[in-house]
């Protein structure tokens, strides 16, 4: 019979105690040991725990339900002490009762990738303990589950087939679902479309991963690319359904007419003619690929609302009023009704199509249609998500945690040996890391950078000192942006990156500084995704890069709250009033703070004396 272990189900790669051999009515194994469990019919993949554990009848509802079925025998079970205590933090980190933590996997899972253990001083080792845990009590308690990682052997005729992959890409991306068939008794060729379907049924209902419709995606995508790279894989047709956040057609499927008058349209905007009459300010390359992006959206809107792909041959056809009607109706029925600022901005769009462009006669009523899905602007400030993550900060080890990551990851690498390009790329985002947190740059000026033209060295000698200059037409408000830099540390980790990491990313030579593995410019997507993983991982934080920016303005305000010039030079502010809007909370903070403080000292000043206090009384007479 074949042998699970069950690991985390929450992308953590840490192993789960795995079998015991203690005898009957010796001490049951710590957590740390393995615990060995079987297949059983229970779900697709389902474990029997050990029969030293006898199921409950009632399914858990709660986190409650796992700590009074684990109670009784927390005493002498360390394992179910562990369990219990792991329930108990998990209630901690995410501020719920356990009566109302579900334990139904799907849902669960949802609530544990919002969490934020850093908060509460859990470290990221502390807390994939506790996930792990919470995994065994709820296998335990008769919960069927889908295990993150299988390490039992496979069939013969699927490690055949698994050397086949190309690469550790395929390797990865498709062993869940070969341990999902394997498991199941089935071969390579008995696969159908039946078999892929109970596999995404359970992954989405019997699974604790985060995104299990995205995995599910990125697991047919890997098998048909293995397919043509192999002709002994299972050619198994599988469709997989359109993706609800996608309407737009592609480009080349829009007629040629339009296309051509789009592309005209955009080279007058990034280009403009000085010497025209209706003479704009030229907008950026960004700006410009965002407009393309809008227009194909919003004549795919039209062509799905139900006017003929032919008739839409023009951006004038866009702008007629019944058009924008229609492709308005259709982007708000996909947001239930409701506008949102994206929405407000493509009918923004219509009208600059209108005003520079087809000169519609109808201008007017655009500007209404778009003053009617315009969404009233939020408060000025951080947002709820982001003002709940820089708290994270509040406790003094999670801010040294941040703050020592680079230097510690390079220590690390060192230690184990830095050959491998995974530990290149962890140097990477060390050096991104440093210099997020003495340049505060944006994310896509920090992905922008080039080597000689925005990161220069002055040389004397052996020594070498480092600055960052940004010309003012590649920064958000058009201002020159120059920074030193400064520290030791920061120029000893820059250099050690250039010098020995960089040609491991990418052995191929260019200017970025941060290069993808072909050598070009590293997507800003990309790079803050690694970024905020990077952090997540090895230090615990729910942090992106963005938020290196609102740093600034927590730690230079909570040393001296009115130093607002300060945090305005940092990030490049063009006025000290977008500073004090932005960061009017964070100085608040530091406000109430100043006055508990203020109420505790007239406290201490205020209170008497024990002794005093006692010598008042009056003796009781016995």
Not at 237 to 262: G, K, S
Not at 366 to 393: C, D, I
Not at 539 to 567: C, M, Q, S, Y
Request: aromatic letters at 6%; glycine letters at 4%.
């Amino acid at each position: 019979m074949q042998q699970l272990v069950f690991l985390d189900l929450f992308d953590d790669p840490s192993p789960l105690p795995a079998a015991s051999t203690a005898k009957p009515g010796a001490e049951p194994p710590a957590p740390d040991d393995a615990m060995a469990t079987q297949p059983s019919s229970v779900g697709s993949l389902s474990v029997r725990p050990p029969a030293a554990t006898p199921l409950p009848s009632p399914r858990p509802e709660s986190l409650a339900d796992v700590l009074a079925q684990f109670a009784p025998t927390r005493k002498e079970n360390r394992k179910h002490r562990d369990i219990c205590t792991a329930a108990h933090t998990a209630a901690e980190v995410l501020g719920i009762r356990l009566s109302d933590i579900t334990a139904n996997p799907s849902e669960l899972a949802k609530l544990l990738a919002e969490a934020m253990p850093a908060q509460v001083g859990v470290s990221p080792t502390r807390w994939r303990r506790v996930r792990s845990l919470l995994l065994v009590g709820l296998v335990e308690m008769g919960v069927p589950l889908m295990a993150g990682r299988y390490v039992g052997s496979r069939s013969s005729a699927w490690r055949t087939l698994e050397a086949q992959l190309p690469d550790r890409r395929h390797k990865i991306g498709l062993s869940r679902a070969i341990a999902f068939f394997n498991l199941e008794g089935l071969d390579p060729g008995d696969l159908d479309e039946g078999s892929f379907q109970r596999f995404r049924e359970t992954l989405t209902g019997a699974s604790l991963h985060r995104a299990p419709e995205a995995v599910y995606r990125k697991t047919v995508r890997l098998w048909a690319s293995a397919a043509t790279v192999s002709t002994a894989w299972p050619q198994c047709p599988v469709t997989i359904d359109a993706d609800p956040r996608r309407y737009a057609l592609d480009w080349d499927d829009l007629p040629e007419t339009f296309r051509a008058d789009v592309d005209a349209f955009l080279h007058r905007s990034g280009s403009p003619d000085p010497l025209s009459d209706d003479w704009c300010e030229p907008v950026e390359e960004s700006t410009i690929a965002l407009r393309k992006k809008q227009l194909t959206q919003m004549s795919s809107a039209l062509i799905l609302s139900g006017v003929p792909r032919e008739d839409v041959t023009s951006l004038a056809d866009l702008t007629k009023v019944s058009n924008a009607r229609r492709i308005l109706r259709y982007l708000l029925d996909r947001k239930d009704g409701k506008s949102t600022p994206y929405i407000a901005q493509q009918a923004k769009l219509l009208c600059t199509v209108a005003r520079h462009w087809t000169r519609s006669d109808d201008l007017h009523v655009l500007e209404k249609l778009t003053a009617n899905v315009a969404v009233k602007r939020k408060r000025a400030g951080l947002t709820a998500k982001n003002s709940a993550r820089l708290r994270q900060l509040d406790h003094p080890g999670n801010l040294s945690a941040l703050l020592q990551l680079p230097a510690r990851t390079l220590e690390d690498v060192r230690r184990r040996g830095d050959g491998e390009r995974r530990q290149a790329l962890r140097v990477m985002n060390a050096c991104a890391v440093e210099l997020l947190l003495n340049t505060a740059l944006r994310i896509g000026n920090l992905t922008n950078l080039e080597l000689g033209r925005h990161v220069k060295a002055i040389r004397r000698g052996k020594t070498r000192v480092w600055g960052i200059v940004v010309p003012g037409h590649e920064v958000k408000n058009d201002e020159d942006y120059a920074s030193p830099i400064q520290e030791a540390e920061t120029i000893a980790l820059l250099e050690t990156y250039l010098d020995t990491y960089r040609d491991r990313i990418s052995p191929k030579s260019g200017p970025w500084l941060f290069p993808n593995d072909r050598g070009n410019r590293r997507s800003t997507i990309a790079m803050s995704r690694s970024i905020g993983e990077y952090i997540e991982r090895e230090a615990g934080l729910v942090w992106n890069a963005h938020l290196f920016r609102h740093l600034v303005g927590k730690l230079v305000l909570k040393e001296n709250p009115r130093d607002i010039e300060t945090v305005r030079r940092v990030l490049g502010h063009t006025s000290s009033n977008t500073t004090l809007r932005n960061y009017a909370e964070l100085r608040n903070d530091q406000a109430f703070r100043a006055y508990d403080a203020l109420i505790a000292k007239l406290r201490e000043q205020r209170r008497e004396p024990v002794s005093k206090r006692n010598s008042n009384k009056p003796r009781s007479r016995k």
